[in-house]
């Protein structure tokens, strides 16, 4: 056995450098290009964090490219659809996933993470990983306004004549949530609620991020948001002034999803980052960052979310309307306020 023993140290020990080696595999890239829009890549939005425990943990760069709100980004992927630099996309929701599917812009992929995510907020062939939800509500200025409206059909009274931001639906995710909140509600009566309440809107803005700093700096008492925007208030300025409206028509759900994109050159650092995304350090960021909940099981929140009020009643559309709709529901949308 003795003359033997040399030879099979040495095998163990190519075996064992070999072993090293593959756990130290180069990644495909060293670097990925990540398409999303403006809030989430700004000083205090999630991006910035996210990308740093992402190179640390992977070696793998994140460069965020953000063509404005995720209208604008989805926009974006379909113009560049035959020579696209984005690797993943992130903000696109369950309002514009039809959209996106019929375009073919993302390839499936099933994270092993999505173990942790309730199955109510999954998109159709995880297309796209769900990252964060919430509802959208009017968002409500209590030192501006003494008597915010009461409920969906409260918006048209005249006495909140131009009171009111909202957010194209052409290009913003909110605009089109509420002009799909709106349909929910009104059906037939759809273009006779928007021809109401236009006189009431100050302003429509392109994007969330535009709209909602018209409304803190005073323009408007009344802004279209998410259930989850008044405890950004609570956290980092310490009032209550800003509450969100629950109405009893019931409330309308964003899910908010990330996808690899279908002609990624870099799959696995790809994968790798859609990974990331629901993992529990990232995770962990999204509530005092993009002021959503987080779609992981488990994950704390601050206690500054007792001011995000749950509603009553949900309306949600299940599937989303397809992009062929949307445009008819966009066409009568135009058609009302422009009478």
Known sequence: MKRYLPLLLAVIGVIFIATIMVGRTKPETDGITVYTYDSFISEWGPGP???KQFTEQSGITVNYVAPGDAGQTLQRLINEKEASVAD???????????KAEEEGIFRSYTSPELKKVDSSLRFEDDLL?????????????????ENPPQSFADLTDPRFKEKI?????????????????SEKIYGDKLFDFWKAFAPNILTVSSSWDTGYGLFTSGEAP?????????????????????????????HYM????????????HRK????????????????VIPLTNWMYPVREGTPLPDSFRLAPKPDKQLQINPAPDGKTVDTLIELWTKALLQ
């Open 49 to 51: 964090e996210i990308a």
């Open 254 to 265: 964003q899910i908010e999803g990330a996808g690899v994109v279908a002609g990624t050159k």
């Open 222 to 250: 009344l802004v279209i948001s998410y259930t989850t925007s008044p405890p950004y208030h609570l956290e980092y300025e310490g009032t209550e002034r800003y509450k969100a409206l629950i109405f009893p028509e019931g």
């Open 88 to 98: 993943v996309a992130i903000g696109i929701d369950n309002n514009l996933f039809p």
């Open 165 to 181: 931001i909202i957010m194209d639906p052409r290009t913003s995710t909110p605009g089109l949530g509420l002009l799909l909140w």
């Open 269 to 284: 650092a790809a994968e790798a980052f859609i990974d990331f995304l629901i993992s529990e350090d990232a995770q962990a």
């Open 129 to 145: 990983t769900p990252y964060d939800y919430s509802d959208f509500a009017f968002i409500w200025d209590s030192q501006a306004l």
